[in-house]
């Protein structure tokens, strides 16, 4: 059964704004690291390489776009992975480009 017209283009402008989400080199870095679990701030600057403030500007979009979930304990910020579409289209793109 195919999809109507507006339901079709509905998921046309949904997919284009996940791809959107993509297209920055440093959230893919970050959400790949994710697929492994929850991480602090420091983990995910120290394992991409990124200084601490472009780190919180790409979570911070992240967190915006409800992409990632927040814990706090401590000093320490961890973030996790919060929306499953998200974590199997990175899981796909994971094993196309990055297992070896």
Not at 51 to 79: D, F, N, W
Request: hydrophobic share 40%.
């Amino acid at each position: 059964m195919s999809m109507d017209s507006e339901a079709l283009q509905a998921n046309a402008i949904r997919v284009s704004e996940h791809m959107k989400l993509l297209t920055n080199p440093s959230r893919l870095l970050i959400l790949c690291h994710l697929l492994e679990g929850e991480q602090s701030v420091g983990e995910l600057a120290q394992r991409t390489g990124m200084r601490p403030a472009a780190m919180s500007q790409q979570l911070a979009i992240l967190r915006r776009e409800q992409v990632v979930h927040t814990r706090r304990e401590g000093h320490a910020i961890y973030y996790r992975l919060s929306r499953e579409d998200i974590r199997e289209l990175m899981q796909v793109l994971y094993q196309l480009y990055c297992e070896q």
